[in-house]
């Protein structure tokens, strides 16, 4: 089971950190990954990370600005966020993958949990 949560309104140019608790099987057994869903679109691929958290890949509309990162002693993925921008706008859902490799691929993740809403205003 997964709960993710830290979304809320935020002006452009601000941050924001996402928080993600995983449940049930050991959480250093997943890969993790982010996706995001804006009103009207497709669901898309944010960042993801292995699960030592060596590894990491993100979208490159988000790469430079958002930082994944995993405390496996607490369960917990995180999606720091920052220089937010209005088109960033959307709900973000966190993702386990039932392996320890990453992907970008949405089908390659087994579990989800709900969304959290993330706005920028501008």
């Known amino acids: 089971q997964l709960q993710a949560y830290g979304g809320g309104l935020v002006q452009a140019g601000g941050s924001l950190r996402l928080s993600c608790a995983a449940s049930?099987?050991?959480?250093?057994?997943?890969?993790m990954g982010w996706f995001r869903q804006a009103p009207g679109k497709e669901r898309e691929f944010v960042a993801t990370?292995?699960?030592?958290?060596?590894?990491?890949s993100y979208a490159d509309s988000v790469k430079g600005r958002f930082t994944i990162s995993r405390d496996n002693a607490k369960g917990t993925v995180y999606l720091q966020m920052n220089s937010l921008k209005p088109e960033d706008t959307a709900n973000y859902y966190c993702a386990a993958r039932g392996v320890i490799s990453t992907t970008t691929r949405r089908e390659g993740f087994d579990y989800w949990g709900q969304g959290t809403l993330v706005t920028v205003s501008s």
């Open positions: 990370i292995n699960w030592s958290g060596s590894y990491t």
């Open positions: 049930g099987r050991p959480f250093s057994s997943y890969a």
